[in-house]
T-cell receptor, first 116, second 111 residues
Framework: EAGVVQSPRYKIIEKKQPVAFWCNPI?????LYWYRQNLGQGPELLIR????????DSQLPKDRFSAERLKGVDSTLKIQPAELGDSAVYLC??????????????FGPGTRLTVL | SQQGEEDPQALSIQEGENATMNCSYK?????LQWYRQNSGRGLVHLIL?????REKHSGRLRVTLDTSKKSSSLLITASRAADTASYYC???????????FGAGTILRVKS
């Protein structure tokens, strides 16, 4: 069974440029998460989807970050424009039932973003 | 914000020894989960313990949960070099629909 797929694995851009990350969750998983992990820290949730609906985006900096999950499968996270402080690893995860954090999450390998 | 705090921040042991990591949290929880992250790889789920459970085992892993002290511990017995990784506890708060990760413990197992 294929795991969570993310692309690209690495991205280097200059500040003020746009960037997009793509995620394909495990087949059959209704819940999809985007996390940001800064160096030496644990992941922090940016947004959670239940099927197509964003049910928790309270930590998403909405002035520059946007996300979508069309048809309740793949998802894209975009930053426009990127700032130096956005350098981090962006992780996508999926789970069967994300309600109340009751089950395990399966993580992709992440995209390491460097903003110069 | 991160609810869980792992202790110690870093741990270095010899192969074959046991490793113990602790996690403390602040609010009531539904469950607590432990994850492992190897260098350059994604996180892997290790074990989930529910708020009404006190101890759980999985292979060489043993997790305890003390809800009165709001703390959990992860014990890895007979450690191997392949156990070298960062270990994170993640809590599912009782009131809220998210998983909150701590800052992690870096474990190094020397062969």
């Amino acid at each position: 069974e294929a795991g969570v797929v993310q692309s690209p694995r690495y991205k280097i851009i200059e500040k003020k440029q746009p960037v997009a990350f793509w995620c394909n969750p495990i087949s059959g998983h209704n819940t999809l998460y985007w996390y940001r992990q800064n160096l030496g820290q644990g992941p922090e949730l940016l947004i959670r989807y239940e099927n197509e609906e964003a049910v928790d985006d309270s930590q998403l900096p909405k002035d520059r970050f946007s996300a979508e999950r069309l048809k309740g499968v793949d998802s894209t996270l975009k930053i426009q424009p990127a700032e130096l402080g956005d350098s981090a690893v962006y992780l996508c995860a999926s789970s069967l039932d994300g309600r109340m954090g009751r089950d395990e999450q399966f993580f992709g390998p992440g995209t390491r973003l460097t903003v110069l | 914000s991160q609810q869980g705090e792992e202790d110690p921040q870093a741990l270095s042991i010899q192969e074959g020894e046991n490793a113990t990591m602790n996690c403390s949290y602040k609010t009531s929880i539904n469950n607590l989960q432990w994850y492992r992250q190897n260098s350059g790889r994604g996180l892997v789920h290790l074990i989930l313990i529910r708020s009404n459970e006190r101890e759980k085992h999985s292979g060489r892993l043993r997790v305890t949960l003390d809800t009165s002290k709001k703390s959990s511990s992860l014990l890895i017995t007979a450690s191997r070099a392949a156990d070298t990784a960062s270990y994170y506890c993640a809590t599912s708060p009782k009131y809220g629909n998210k998983l909150v990760f701590g800052a992690g413990t870096i474990l190094r197992v020397k062969s």
